[in-house]
């Protein structure tokens, strides 16, 4: 049974602590790649990155010496050890920098000393590879092998305290400047949590050596300072999760609670089931391979189902008074059709049709724009049929006499019967079925007809629902950036206050594109751009007064010279990718014309070119501030 079966208290406090020693590398690897996947462009959350680079790496050390006792080949991991120790307090002053710079109070001089402390940690990992002025030699003390101090390691412990300090009154400033409640109590929760990354790289045994004795109190004393590092870290790596995020603060507390029971806790478990079965050697009469390979894969498959079960109650915890819009939020995401699940439904409508009425060949076409165009088929289909549909199926007959055969709701056209799909309770047709004739004119028996009816009326309410959704979308990709500027000024506010407004970039504020998007939605006349908030602009004036000061013609002039700079330079091609933000520009606002006739001459979807409409809408507003800021200048 190993050294369970002796409870020997020092081993198990060994084991515990080589457990959460592997803990915290686990968490603060999982917690590096979170911040740099979801939140990687904001500075405070690459400075915070780094330091825990620097944590990652001393641990790491810790976890791949644990148990050699060959003091000649742990020398080098020891010094390797140097590279997250050395850049330790470099990083914490480009972090504490970064927080002060989120609150708006920025300073070269600090800029300057990162950069300096930076090049001196470099010199201070250059002098613990090549010399031994910092560190030097080693000892291997109970299986805890550590390096000795140089001479110059006193310096190295006043830069490192020097650093620290500094950046911790730094992070004291940031906090006193934070202007909302919000702001100040993550910023206490930072600042509370401000030290962990020091206490856990700073290397200890350098200044009073492992004891001689055998004794259970150093090992207590690591276990309760790495549980106590490891707590200290998710909150520090929590409050940094908020810095910059677009999006709601709900958001950012589900994604990271559920990335860290997935992933570092996961992970954790596996390792404390791993090292547990390789002391119970003989347990149940089982080797320990096997008992490490049945112990993870029963964490593994345990803990999935666990979190499932425990997400109601996290919901609950995280969202509470928005509970209610939450719960339909997310039954709405369940329960919208893709283009993928439409089709499925719809095949399963035909097949199902095809069986009823004993036919081989049906489909589903979808009328857009007054066009049909093929969405599902079952059987062997001549190609271009649904593109002849004659229009007198989905529309009015322009005069009383028929073109086509019609037998109540049903068409025969071609060989095949056409039923057209009705939006709910009105006239307008949104989509044709049509299924292979198996006689000259239908005859539908009672069964067959109520049948045939059922499934016309499941395919119409799926194509109107997607017509419903599409339409959705459409104002979703339209807002979505509006949300995405709130919830960036949000972030801003959370700390600066409306001082952040005013000191933003012109091209940054969401009223500034939301202004210039008005003004080409109305570049032919209309209140929004007769009342525009562009026409005080300087570039806006001089066009005026070069325009009997007429303000209207002037803003619709600038707009146009501001469109005309996005020009490519040789001829105009109307699908080259280069041409592609000027021509929608052009057909769009100056020549006014519509969606679907861009779409079809740009060779392009509706969708996209809405996204791509974004794209160039923003490319006015930064030309215009270019134009004013050269009016300025003259």
């Not at 996947?37 to 405070?44: D, K, L, M």
């Not at 915070?48 to 003091?71: E, K, P, R, T």
């Not at 791993?274 to 593994?300: C, D, K, N, T, Y």
């Not at 019967?417 to 949104?430: K, N, R, S």
């Amino acid at each position: 049974m190993g050294l369970l079966s002796t409870f020997d208290f020092r081993a198990l406090l060994e084991l515990v602590n080589v457990i959460l020693t592997s803990g915290i590398v686990i968490l603060s690897s999982g917690l590096l790649l979170y911040l740099l996947i979801y939140n990687r462009h904001n500075p405070v959350v690459r400075a915070f990155s780094s330091l825990l680079a620097c944590v990652l790496i001393a641990y790491f050390v810790d976890v791949a010496l644990f148990g050699v006792q060959d003091l000649e080949a742990s020398t080098p991991w020891l010094r390797f050890q140097w590279v997250g120790i050395a850049f330790a307090p470099a990083a914490y002053l480009a972090f504490s920098n970064a927080l002060l710079v989120t609150t708006g109070a920025r300073s070269d001089f600090r800029e300057l000393a990162v950069r300096a402390s930076y090049l001196l940690s470099a010199l201070l990992l250059v002098g613990v590879g090549f010399s031994d002025l910092i560190v030097r030699g080693g000892e291997l003390i109970h299986r805890v092998p550590h390096l000795l101090p140089g001479p110059l390691f006193p310096l190295f412990i006043l830069y490192f305290f020097a650093a620290v300090g500094w950046g911790t009154a730094n992070a004291l400033w940031a906090r006193r400047r934070c202007l909302t409640s919000t702001s100040r109590r993550r910023m206490t929760y930072l600042l509370a949590t401000f030290a962990a990354p020091a206490a856990g790289v700073f290397p200890y045994l350098l200044l009073s050596g492992w004891p001689a004795t055998y004794s259970s109190l150093p090992w207590l004393m690591l276990v309760l300072g790495n549980i106590g590092i490891g707590l200290m870290l998710v909150l520090l790596a929590y409050s940094v999760a908020f810095f910059g995020a677009l999006t709601p603060d709900r958001t950012v507390k589900h994604r990271l609670i559920r990335f860290l029971l997935r992933g570092p806790l996961l992970a954790t478990l596996v390792v404390v089931v791993i090292i547990a079965a390789s002391q119970a050697e003989g347990w149940l009469g089982l080797p320990s391979r096997r008992l490490m390979l049945f112990g993870a894969v029963g964490v593994i498959l345990l803990l999935q189902p666990g979190i499932e079960f425990a997400k109601p109650l996290i919901d609950r915890a995280l969202y509470r008074q928005d509970q209610p819009e939450i719960e339909w939020i997310q039954e709405l995401s369940n329960r919208l059709l893709t283009t993928t699940d439409l089709r499925q439904f719809l095949e399963n409508v035909l097949t199902a049709l095809c069986d009823l009425l004993r036919v081989e060949t049906a489909f589903v076409a979808v009328i857009d724009g007054g066009t049909p165009h093929l969405e599902v088929t079952c059987g062997n289909l001549t190609p271009g049929t649904a593109s002849d549909l004659p229009a007198e199926t989905w529309q009015a007959p322009s005069s009383e006499v028929q073109t086509i055969e019609r037998y109540g709701d049903l068409f025969v056209w071609n060989g095949y019967w056409l039923a057209p799909l009705h939006i709910q309770g009105q006239e307008t047709v949104i989509g044709m079925i049509g299924i292979q004739a198996r006689a000259p004119q239908p005859d539908l028996t009672p069964d067959e007809q109520a049948g045939m009816e059922m499934l016309l009326r499941q395919a119409a309410a799926a194509l109107e629902d997607r017509q419903l959704q599409q339409g959705l979308f459409r104002a979703l990709e339209r807002i979505i950036p509006d949300i995405e500027d709130i919830q960036r000024r949000r972030g801003i506010v959370h700390y600066v206050g409306e001082k952040a407004l005013s000191q933003s970039d012109l091209t940054e504020e969401a009223e500034f594109r939301q202004w210039v998007r008005d003004a080409l939605d109305h570049y032919w006349g209309g209140p929004k751009l007769m009342s525009s908030p562009l026409c005080s602009l300087h570039v806006v004036e001089r066009a005026a007064n070069e325009h009997n000061g007429n303000v209207m013609k002037g803003l619709r002039s600038v707009l146009k010279q501001a469109i005309e700079r996005l020009r490519p330079d040789g001829q105009r091609q109307m699908t080259a990718p280069e041409w592609l933000l000027y021509n929608i520009l052009e057909l769009k606002f100056l020549q006014g014309r519509r969606v679907r006739e861009i779409a079809q001459r740009l060779a392009m979807s509706e969708s996209d070119l809405y996204r791509k409409q974004r794209i160039a809408i923003e490319a006015v507003a930064q030309t215009l501030v270019e134009m004013e800021q050269e009016e300025l200048d003259i």
